[in-house]
């Protein structure tokens, strides 16, 4: 046998392989096809009753779970998430939650295991902390400041840093804080201001998120 005979026989063969490897590859694809059907899912009910007047009342507070969270910041700590949220209240009424001896505070924090069920632990602060409220009554003609919103927490060695801001609705007139403690559920000792801001300053320091 020649060299051309034996370069032809190979090149033959390669041929074969190569159609063989295409037949192959197509039969396997065509039997990994299935046909795929559109399905148009259903009306289904939503299984949460977005409803809470029965508990809206200031003494039910420890069976609010996750009801009045807003501006929520979860972290976990150990076994335990925590959510820490701005102080806005459904119903809110001060002279009840005295009458019925709720600890009306600012900043909610909850507690769960597993995401689902919530334990409310409490108010973060008693009060709106004086040098906030100070900075944007000053910067606003004496309004604002009425409550605390966007909290934001972390840890840093052994210690849990909260963050949170204190502004004039609306206006630059702002201050975020930040308090400190041992325990992700406090008590939390003020450590002033993180940012502040007014009407002359570029920025605006009315959330965590700057």
């Given at each position: 046998?020649?060299?051309?005979?034996?370069?032809?026989?190979?090149?033959?063969?390669?041929?074969?392989?190569?159609?063989?490897?295409?037949?192959?590859?197509?039969?396997?694809?065509?039997?990994?096809?299935?046909?795929?059907?559109?399905?148009?899912?259903?009306?289904?009910?939503?299984?949460?009753?977005?409803?809470?007047?029965?508990?809206?009342?200031?003494?039910?507070?420890?069976?609010?779970?996750?009801?009045?969270?807003?501006?929520?910041?979860?972290?976990?700590?150990?076994?335990?998430?925590?959510?820490?949220?701005?102080?806005?209240?459904?119903?809110?009424?001060?002279?009840?939650?005295?009458?019925?001896?709720?600890?009306?505070?600012?900043?909610?924090?909850?507690?769960?295991?597993?995401?689902?069920?919530?334990?409310?632990?409490?108010?973060?602060?008693?009060?709106?902390?004086?040098?906030?409220?100070?900075?944007?009554?000053?910067?606003?003609?004496?309004?604002?400041?009425?409550?605390?919103?966007?909290?934001?927490?972390?840890?840093?060695?052994?210690?849990?840093?909260?963050?949170?801001?204190?502004?004039?609705?609306?206006?630059?007139?702002?201050?975020?804080?930040?308090?400190?403690?041992?325990?992700?559920?406090?008590p939390w000792e003020q450590k002033g201001p993180v940012v502040k801001s007014n009407s002359q300053t570029p920025m605006n320091a009315n959330s965590r998120s700057g």
């Amino acid at each position: 046998m020649n060299n051309n005979t034996k370069k032809n026989t190979v090149r033959k063969n390669i041929c074969r392989l190569q159609f063989s490897f295409l037949i192959l590859s197509l039969s396997l694809f065509l039997c990994s096809c299935k046909q795929v059907q559109s399905t148009i899912p259903g009306e289904q009910p939503n299984p949460w009753v977005d409803d809470y007047t029965h508990l809206s009342s200031m003494e039910h507070y420890k069976e609010w779970g996750t009801y009045n969270v807003h501006d929520p910041a979860i972290k976990k700590f150990g076994d335990d998430f925590y959510i820490y949220s701005t102080d806005a209240i459904f119903a809110e009424n001060a002279e009840i939650a005295r009458e019925k001896n709720v600890p009306l505070g600012n900043i909610q924090i909850r507690k769960s295991k597993d995401l689902v069920h919530w334990e409310f632990v409490g108010w973060a602060f008693p009060d709106i902390p004086k040098e906030a409220v100070d900075w944007v009554h000053a910067n606003n003609a004496g309004r604002g400041a009425t409550n605390i919103w966007a909290p934001y927490v972390m840890k840093q060695g052994d210690r849990y840093r909260l963050y949170y801001s204190v502004s004039a609705f609306g206006k630059k007139s702002s201050w975020i804080g930040l308090a400190e403690s041992g325990s992700p559920e406090g008590p939390w000792e003020q450590k002033g201001p993180v940012v502040k801001s007014n009407s002359q300053t570029p920025m605006n320091a009315n959330s965590r998120s700057g």
